[in-house]
């Protein structure tokens, strides 16, 4: 979309970025106003808002913890400089269009705790060895009765999922919600968000949407955009959406699964032998960078204290370091039978993980997998729920220990940051041990 069609088109243009949890913020603006900012220096945000918890907490600003913002030090501003190629409309809304934007200091130097930046120089360093990554995310989400205030009134309990019992694949029990899924398809569609199917899920009010595949940035953009657009027209409908990694402990919980094949700049996807029509050398090298790097982004994929009661449940969400052909019970599954579709699938990462960081952590670990020829150890034969899942840490605590501690890390990203993104973990992980919580009480209130 050119930016000047923003003056006949819409009346509000948004300019947005993804903070540290993958929910996008940001500011209204006539269109006037946008065609201005976008040929001058951008807007002006707050250095909080890469340093908020998730509930937006000020204590760790005004404690000192966090480098990039305190008190201490003004917690002065960044800016948003509109991307052009990302402006879109954001049909769920009135005349309205959407503008993702990099994230800029006052240097002039890229935000360095920015997910969105990270990723961006993840995919530079793949185009400098000549190198590119077709990118999908494979969503699932529980879809609700009740609306966001009404769960909010119930304080988030007897809520009523929207199908009863196990209905995976089938199609009778999603008669009900077509409705509310025709407008999502058609909102997604005009908004350049392409939906390739949707289906009900194993879990009760379990749903699952995959969009279009494509380059890792484009794709971390949809996957913001989308979960947007789904809360937005399933509240319309009177349902609220959540991407929760595990809502109920006796509920499976929910994936976004990450496919990524690797292309050279001839078009070669370099997953595939031609020759012996099977997965390449180079297939098992990008594997072995995976499971290198897992036990150190595991805080990536898994960043909330919910994420591990997800990973700890044999809910088909990865298992430990395990890997295998077609194995839906590891946490890197081998696909496709073809140059076009050869891929891995990595099964770890929830529905509640920031796509940006995940699919950056990925990028980086396959990159190191192939420049080492790493060995991915062997194939997983079998059932791997048999024994523990190992090699991965356990919660959100010993994640954010492994992120912090990690040369690998250090070496990609800097001290700095990681420190700023494991500080955040540690305040959260804190939070929930000082939290008295309803399974405590039921437990020991009278039995002690």
Request: aromatic share 10%.
């Amino acid at each position: 979309m050119e930016t000047s069609d923003v003056l006949h088109d819409f009346d509000t243009v948004i300019v947005c970025a993804p903070d540290v949890q993958g929910r996008l913020f940001g500011r209204r603006m006539s269109s006037q106003q946008f065609v201005e900012v976008s040929a001058g220096s951008g807007v002006s945000f707050s250095r909080c808002v890469y340093s908020w918890d998730i509930e937006q907490s000020p204590e760790l600003m005004a404690s000192g913890a966090l480098e990039y913002a305190s008190v201490t030090q003004g917690m002065g501003d960044f800016e948003l400089r509109p991307d052009p190629v990302t402006l879109r409309p954001a049909t769920w809304l009135h005349r309205t269009a959407i503008c993702l934007a990099h994230s800029i200091e006052g240097s002039g130097e890229p935000t360095p705790v920015s997910p969105r930046e990270i990723l961006l120089a993840e995919v530079e360093a793949w185009s400098t060895a000549g190198l590119r990554a077709s990118i999908g995310t494979e969503l699932e989400f529980t879809l609700l009765r009740e609306s966001p205030q009404e769960c909010a009134d119930r304080a988030f309990e007897q809520l009523t999922p929207t199908t009863a019992k196990p209905a995976d694949y089938l199609l009778t029990e999603g008669d009900e919600f077509e409705p509310m899924f025709t407008e999502l398809r058609s909102v997604l569609d005009s908004s350049g968000l392409r939906m390739e199917a949707s289906q009900i899920e194993w879990g009760p009010g379990q749903w699952e949407i995959t969009l279009q595949h494509g380059d890792p940035v484009g794709m971390a953009d949809r996957h913001a955009i989308f979960k947007w657009a789904t809360k937005s027209v399933s509240a319309k409908h009177g349902y609220t959406a959540s991407f929760m990694a595990k809502p109920y402990d006796s509920w499976p919980g929910n994936s976004c699964h990450v496919h990524v094949s690797v292309w050279n700049d001839a078009g070669d996807n370099l997953l595939w032998n031609v020759d012996a029509h099977d997965y390449s050398s180079r297939m098992l090298h990008a594997i072995g960078g995976l499971m290198e790097w897992t036990p150190s982004l595991m805080a990536f994929y898994a960043p909330t204290i919910n994420s591990y009661t997800r990973t700890r449940a044999q809910d088909a969400a990865g298992w430990g370091l395990t890997w295998a052909r077609d194995h839906r019970f590891v946490s890197a599954r081998l696909l496709g039978h073809s140059p076009s579709s050869a891929r891995i699938e990595f099964r770890l990462p929830g529905a509640d993980t920031n796509p940006y960081l995940t699919i950056a952590g990925v990028l980086r670990a396959i990159r190191s997998g192939l420049d080492n020829q790493s060995d991915p150890g062997p194939e997983t034969v079998g059932n791997p729920l048999e024994g523990e899942p190992v090699g991965v840490p356990r919660d959100l605590g010993s994640a954010a220990q492994a992120f912090r501690n990690s040369p690998l890390v250090a070496s990609w990203l800097g001290q700095a940051v990681a420190d700023h993104f494991a500080t955040l973990m540690d305040h959260e992980w804190n939070q929930y041990l000082s939290a008295v919580t309803g399974w405590e009480r039921s437990r020991y209130l009278l039995g002690i």
